[in-house]
């Protein structure tokens, strides 16, 4: 009998059967495809990539798979940066790109009902046009599918006063691994009926079902917004300065932190904006704040600019115009991609209470001062997360396979020291489970488990994420 992976003929026929063999792909090249997304330069590619367009589909599948203990990894627009969607045990990657309707926008209850497989922008500019706001920016939103912001909890540069993907699911359709379909909560603003199914959904990395239908709440649209970029001569003033524009009573829409090579690497990247380095200049904030009101907006960009003017900056500039807003947030949301075309890259997701912000960089640059590798910060400063890129360039792969291990640790150590946590967007994954322990207690680490085991009991869907599992073998 012809095998594919750990897959039989009759299986693939099975599959065929059940979404129709135009969706169901052998070839290596789409094998490849989708079995990478933007973490460093890992391919795990699936023995069979599947389609599906329904929650009876993809239900199918899964009784198929519970059957027969095939591992199933949930795809989605392959732009996460932790190895959550690597079928590191090949298997059927189920691919949800098929599910990309907007069901219904309700602008009586500010909601909205979305398939998974929806462009997180095209979601935002949907809502909109309906005076309608989704506030979740995640940096690649113009291509993440909001079914995977949900999986990691995204958040993005407007989580530092809007809040991040949690704060706005209300209810999920969900297949579980066993093929059930359930419902986690209400299309309501107050639930206190039970256990919070919705919330241990959210963030869960596809590992304890597969979110097939998502209602969010929405707010009203603001009408006006100030966007500055304030440059800094010493990077631990700039992430000083942030606690400090909170401490003033200011709660900006958007804090973004970029130390100086982030800058240099995105300009030469991509066509953004001129902006006049000048000599010295170690890093800037990208400040914007939102409302209904201009006047008061004013006011609090003045205010802004009485508490930065306290550390050494040059002179900051205002975004007039919305190409001028709009490429300065291209600047912003390049910064990966720059970082990526440069070189093989690690991105580490750190977070700590924004005022240890300063702390936690330094113990960045001490961790690559000593294991000798250069890293590039940027993030969401606003809320503390600070995003490392720790990149490859003449470090021998001896050294990147075991001395930046090191180093990562060490950063991981010194983040919950802080009263951090490992990881503020991105996920676990694939490349962070083997920290986890610095984050948790060997009881919380199998209460985790535990939960895992009550929806998965056979261990198939995502497996080799967030911890071991029992098809795992080695470390990847």
């Known amino acids: 009998m012809k095998t594919y992976g750990i897959l039989t003929n009759d299986i693939i026929e099975q599959l065929n059967q059940i979404v129709s063999k135009d969706f169901v792909f052998l070839d290596e090249e789409t094998r490849i495809e989708y079995g990478k997304d933007h973490t460093e330069d890992l391919v795990f590619p699936p023995a069979v990539v599947v389609k599906p367009k329904s929650a009876d589909e993809i239900s199918q599948i899964m009784k198929l798979a519970n059957q027969f203990e095939i591992p199933v990894t949930p795809i989605g627009a392959r732009t ?6 690597l079928s590191v045990h090949q298997g059927i990657g189920l691919s ?3 599910m990309n309707q907007i069901l219904k926008i309700d602008t009586d209850n500010l909601q909205v009902i979305t398939q998974p497989g929806v462009i997180t922008q095209v979601l935002q500019d949907a809502v909109l046009e309906k005076g309608l706001f989704y506030p979740v920016d995640p940096s690649s939103k113009g291509s993440c599918f909001i079914g995977g912001n949900i999986a990691e909890n995204s958040g993005g540069a407007r989580a530092v006063k809007y809040g991040v993907t949690k704060d706005y699911v209300l209810n999920l359709e969900v297949v579980l691994p066993n093929g059930e379909i359930i419902e986690t909560g209400a299309n309501t603003l107050k639930n206190s009926t039970g256990y919070n ?4 959904m959210v963030g869960s990395e596809g ?6 239908k998502i209602v969010l709440k929405l707010l009203p649209k603001n009408d006006f917004n100030v966007l500055m970029l304030v440059p800094f001569y010493n990077m631990n003033e700039a992430a000083k300065a942030v606690s400090e524009i909170f401490k003033a009573g200011i709660v900006p829409s958007a804090m ?12 030469k990247f991509t066509d953004a904006i001129e902006i006049g380095l000048k000599e010295g200049i170690q890093a800037h904030l990208l400040i914007e704040v939102d409302g209904n009101y201009q006047d008061v907006l004013f006011a609090q960009a003045e205010k802004i600019m009485e508490v930065v003017e306290q550390f050494k900056i040059d002179e900051v500039f205002y975004a007039e115009t919305e190409d001028q807003k709009n490429a300065l947030w291209k600047l912003r949301r390049n910064v ?4 990526k075309s440069h070189t093989i890259y690690k991105e580490e997701d750190t977070v700590v209470p924004r005022y240890e912000l300063p702390a936690l960089l330094k113990a960045v640059k001490d961790a690559g001062e000593k294991y000798g590798f250069k890293s590039i910060c940027y ?28 180093g990562i640790r060490e950063i991981f150590e010194k983040t919950v020291a802080l009263n951090g946590t490992l990881s503020g967007e991105h996920g676990i994954g694939l490349v962070q489970k083997e920290y986890m322990t610095i984050a948790f207690s060997d009881i919380s680490l ?30 990847y």
């Open 80 to 85: 996460g940066l932790s190895g959550g969607m």
């Open 96 to 98: 949800l790109e098929r």
């Open 197 to 200: 199914l919705t919330q241990l």
């Open 207 to 212: 590992t304890l079902g597969i979110v097939t």
């Open 256 to 267: 973004e932190f970029m130390e100086r090579d982030a800058i240099d690497w995105t300009l």
């Open 336 to 339: 990966a991609e720059a970082v």
């Open 379 to 406: 993030g969401h400063a606003g809320d503390g997360n600070l995003h490392v890129n720790i990149i490859k360039d003449d470090l021998t792969d001896e050294q990147w396979k075991h001395e930046v291990p090191k």
């Open 446 to 475: 199998q209460l985790m488990k535990n939960i895992k085991n009550v929806f998965d009991p056979k261990q198939i869907l995502n497996p080799g994420k967030i911890f071991p599992d029992k098809f795992s073998k080695s470390s």
